[in-house]
């Protein structure tokens, strides 16, 4: 049985991956602040306990989903964006390298400028803020390192969290009111896509190693902006959709590109997609909280 190491699987994307991938590998999660048994406190900046880890543990594959993602946070943290972002991925990386684990990152759709939608793998990337720069330079350090390696770009992601303010999606339940009106940008063109869609096409992948290396995009294909999701989810909850403002100018403080895109030429033409309805799954999200 492949051995499959995780990093991140304390966050919103890494639990699901966790919980997908045991099914099918031996797998050992790490996190960081939230890790507790079964998963492994790992952090990624000290460099001698990665190597000691990936010594002790010895994975077939890595799966780098650990990043600070939130724009507006790297933004105001540009140093600690880069050491986590850039330069432990850039150290992964070689290490995995180095012992013949491939790696699989996971990166953004901020990568691009959004200018020119939709963009296949092969894409000229021009991220237009911090985040999607230290993606774009980690992108280049992990494929740089070994032709086994892999980069996974997705869009901006939803699914089971601990709290709704976790996923740039389902925190817009937490900002929509049964009483005020409310602004919601209407600019921006995003793919919500559900986490265990990420996982289900990331275990498909993984049980055909020899397909891994080079660039793959992951993505749902229902367009919309925050202020569709507002819509939706003001159906769901019962509140009345006249108070919902779209808002049709770029409104937060990192530059946000226009739409992103994420067109799949290597994985859907074998057979590996996963997707679903964005109403009953948001749906199921606020309800299980
Ligand atoms: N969420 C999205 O909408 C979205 C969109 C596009 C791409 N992505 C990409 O998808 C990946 C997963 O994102 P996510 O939303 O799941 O992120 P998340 O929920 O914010 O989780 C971040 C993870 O990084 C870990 N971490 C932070 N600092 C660390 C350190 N020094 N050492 C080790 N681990 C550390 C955290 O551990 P603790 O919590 O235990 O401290 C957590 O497990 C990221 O690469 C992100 O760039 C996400």
């Not at 939130?70 to 050491?83: R, Y």
């Not at 000229?124 to 280049?140: C, D, I, R, V």
């Not at 919601?184 to 020899?210: G, M, Q, S």
Request: charged content about 20%; hydrophobic content about 40%.
């Amino acid at each position: 049985m492949q051995k499959i190491m995780l990093t991140g699987a304390t966050g919103l994307l890494g639990r699901t991956l966790y919980s997908t991938l045991v099914n099918d590998f031996e797998v050992v999660g790490t996190g960081f602040s939230r890790a507790t048994a079964p998963l492994y406190q790992l952090d990624l900046g000290n460099q001698n306990a990665v190597i000691d880890f990936l010594e002790l543990h010895q994975p077939d594959a890595l799966i780098h989903a650990a990043a600070e993602r939130k724009p507006d946070v790297c933004e105001n943290a540009p140093e600690q964006t880069i050491a986590l972002n850039v330069a432990a991925s850039e150290f992964l990386a070689k290490q995995c390298a180095l012992r013949d684990i491939a790696l699989i990152f996971i990166s953004t759709d901020y990568v691009f400028d959004g200018k020119a939608p939709p963009y296949l793998e092969s894409a000229q990337t021009n991220p237009l803020n911090l985040y999607g720069q230290s993606k774009q330079q980690a992108e280049q350090a992990v494929l740089a390192h070994s032709s086994r390696h892999s980069v996974v770009r997705v869009p901006v992601l939803y699914g089971d969290v601990s709290e709704l303010a976790e996923s740039a999606v389902s925190v817009i339940a937490t900002q929509i009111s049964a009483t005020e009106t409310t602004k919601h940008d209407n600019w921006a063109v995003r793919y919500p896509t559900h986490v265990e869609d990420i996982a289900f096409t990331l275990r498909d992948l993984l049980k055909c190693p020899e397909n891994l290396g080079g660039i793959f995009h992951i993505s749902d294909n229902q367009a919309m902006s925050k202020y569709d999701m507002a819509c939706i989810m003001a159906d769901i909850l019962g509140y009345p959709k006249s108070l919902l403002e779209p808002f049709d100018e770029p409104s937060q403080s990192a530059a946000r590109p226009h739409d992103c895109a994420l067109a799949d030429s290597r994985l859907k033409p074998q057979g590996i997609a996963h997707g679903r309805d964005f109403k009953q799954a948001i749906q199921s999200v606020l309800t299980a909280i």
